[in-house]
Every structure is written in structure tokens, then in C-alpha cells.
């Protein structure tokens, strides 16, 4: 089955969202459709679709450009900020193919690396990100403080 990688239209919001609430859980939909509506209009943002030829979604990768990464020496970043392909389809190589659809965004915003994160217990998720090429650069907890 075909399948193209390409960015989210306004059209394929619902879709968009319903990916967003597999991955992210624990957000309410109110906060993924503000940050949708960020990811859609920013020019340091994106959201790459994979779409078979029925026009149905079955994943996605959003990527940022961010100006500092820890374990990175160059300015921007490209930021991996979330990736998720529906179980049905995984295991044919489209995680990869919506990375490298990512690492060409990147390199178009004129980044020369990319950077991306996986929670602490999230073993599998550590494991994905070493197959597809990434290198561990620190392990840290992160702290916010209101002012």
C-alpha cells in the first residue's frame, strides 16, 4: 500500500488529534488543539502526516527548531517533539521514513542535527530512538519554579 509523508492540512485535524491523544495521554484536548493551532501556524513548528491511499492518517512526527539542546552544538536544533504510527502499521519501516521526512524539514531549516527525548522508564522508546540512529547525550530530571 502507497503511503505519503506530508504536512497536516486543517482537514486532518481530527485525525491529527486522534494521534496526538494516543501518544500524549494524560492531556486534556482542549491543550492539543491550542498546540495543534501552534504547530499548524508556526514557522519553527511542524506536523508531517503519514497518509496510506485512502487517504487515511496512520502516524505522525511533530518537529520544532529549538535554539539550545543539551548535548548539541549547533543553533538551531531540529527537535524531534513526538512521533507515534499506529500499532497495525508498525514494523514496515514508516517510523523511519517519518524520521527521515524530518531530518529533511531540519536540514531545510538549516539545522546540521537533531535532538529528541524519552522518559526516564520508557525503555522501548530509548531502544526506538537508538535504532533509527540517535545517541544518548545525558540523563536528567528537569525542574520548573514559577516566578
Same mark, same amino acid.
Given at each position: 500500500?502507497p503511503?505519503?509523508?506530508?504536512p ?6 481530527? #485525525?491529527w488529534?486522534?494521534?496526538?491523544e ?5 492531556i486534556d ?5 491550542a /498546540?495543534m #493551532?501552534i ?8 506536523c508531517?502526516?503519514?497518509v496510506?491511499?485512502g487517504d487515511?492518517v496512520? +502516524?505522525m512526527? #511533530? ?6 539542546v543539551?548535548g548539541c552544538?549547533s543553533?538551531?536544533v531540529g527537535y $524531534?517533539e +513526538?512521533i ?7 514494523g514496515?519501516g514508516?517510523?523511519?521514513r517519518l524520521i527521515d521526512?524530518a #531530518?529533511?524539514w531540519?536540514?531545510?531549516? +538549516?539545522?546540521r ?6 522518559? $526516564?522508564?520508557? /525503555?522501548s ?6 535504532r533509527l540512529?540517535f545517541?544518548e ?5 528537569e525542574?520548573?519554579?514559577p516566578?
Amino acid at each position: 500500500m502507497p503511503i505519503s509523508i506530508r504536512p497536516v492540512l486543517r482537514t486532518q485535524f481530527p #485525525e491529527w488529534l486522534r494521534l496526538r491523544e494516543a501518544v500524549y495521554s494524560g492531556i486534556d484536548r482542549a491543550f492539543h488543539e491550542a /498546540e495543534m #493551532e501552534i504547530y499548524f501556524s508556526a514557522p519553527d513548528k511542524t506536523c508531517l502526516l503519514a497518509v496510506d491511499d485512502g487517504d487515511r492518517v496512520i +502516524g505522525m512526527v #511533530e518537529i520544532s527548531l529549538r535554539n539550545v539542546v543539551d548535548g548539541c552544538l549547533s543553533s538551531p536544533v531540529g527537535y $524531534l517533539e +513526538g512521533i507515534y504510527v499506529e500499532p497495525e502499521h508498525r514494523g514496515r519501516g514508516l517510523a523511519r521514513r517519518l524520521i527521515d521526512a524530518a #531530518e529533511e524539514w531540519c536540514r531545510v531549516q +538549516g539545522c546540521r542535527e537533531i535532538a529528541t527525548d524519552a522518559e $526516564l522508564d520508557n /525503555e522501548s522508546a530509548q531502544q526506538f530512538h537508538e535504532r533509527l540512529g540517535f545517541t544518548e547525550t545525558y540523563r536528567i530530571v528537569e525542574y520548573r519554579k514559577p516566578l
